[in-house]
């Protein structure tokens, strides 16, 4: 079955510190990955996302993350993290199958930057 | 500026009550999503239409129904049927070609009187 795992419920860092939010999917073929940030009680807000060429994808808000199709993993990353971006983030998959297409999504990892 | 409006952003259903959740977008996407929102368990796709007139049920389509009739406007109907509706309805759209990102509203949320 195809699905996208983030392992960890809940990542904890300190302002200024680096940040990763873990993400690793299971589909077939070649596939659109994303990232989005939600906001309590807002919509999904898009960061960044990779559909081919170079590994590393840079994005919103100094944002960025690495594609390992050997690992069939894209890590969120950010070099130094704000308050700021404490948030829910969520990762999603889409298969390469032209334009009708689902997203399958992850159950999202709550980030909180402590001051 | 371009985006999804979803209203209204709280709804309150009686028993035995259907309710419609609106959500317009203007930024001539074809494709547009709902999906329900509950704690820990991510998004869940409700119905999704990548054209006018036409639309799929998702994953967890039983309790709901759908139209579209404009390509603007994709209304969500919680029909007495759903006896669990309480949660956060989230509205997507996403233009053309595949790879785009989805665009969100900023949500609905619906609870039970």
């Known amino acids: 079955a195809q699905s996208v795992a983030q392992p960890e419920d809940q990542v904890n860092v300190a302002e200024g510190n680096p940040l990763t939010v873990k993400c690793t999917y299971s589909?077939?073929?070649?596939?659109?990955l994303f990232w989005y940030v939600q906001y309590p009680n807002r919509g999904l807000q898009f960061l960044l996302k990779y559909i081919t060429g170079d590994n590393l994808v840079k994005g919103s808000y100094g944002f960025e993350a690495e594609f390992n199709k050997s690992q069939t993993s894209f890590h969120l990353k950010k070099p130094s993290a704000l308050v700021s971006d404490s948030a829910l983030y969520f990762c999603?998959?889409?298969?390469?199958?032209?334009?009708?297409?689902?997203?399958?999504w992850g159950l999202g990892t709550s980030l909180a930057v402590n001051p | 500026d371009g985006g999804i409006t979803q209203s209204p952003k709280y709804l309150f259903r009686k028993e035995g009550q259907n309710v419609t959740l609106s959500c317009e977008q203007n930024?001539?996407?074809?494709?547009m999503y709902w999906y329900r929102q509950d704690p820990g368990q991510g998004l869940r796709l409700i119905y999704y239409?990548?054209?006018?007139?036409?639309?799929q049920k998702g994953d967890i389509a039983e309790g709901y129904s759908v139209s579209r009739e404009k390509k603007e406007s994709f209304p969500l109907t919680v029909t007495s049927a759903q006896k669990n509706p309480t949660a956060f309805y989230l509205c997507a759209s996403r233009g053309a070609p595949g790879n785009q990102p989805q665009h969100f509203g900023d949500g609905t949320r619906l609870s039970i009187l």
């Open positions: 589909v077939s073929g070649n596939p659109y």
């Open positions: 930024l001539n996407h074809d494709a």
């Open positions: 999603a998959v889409s298969l390469n199958a032209g334009n009708n297409r689902k997203l399958i």
């Open positions: 239409s990548q054209i006018v007139n036409d639309f």
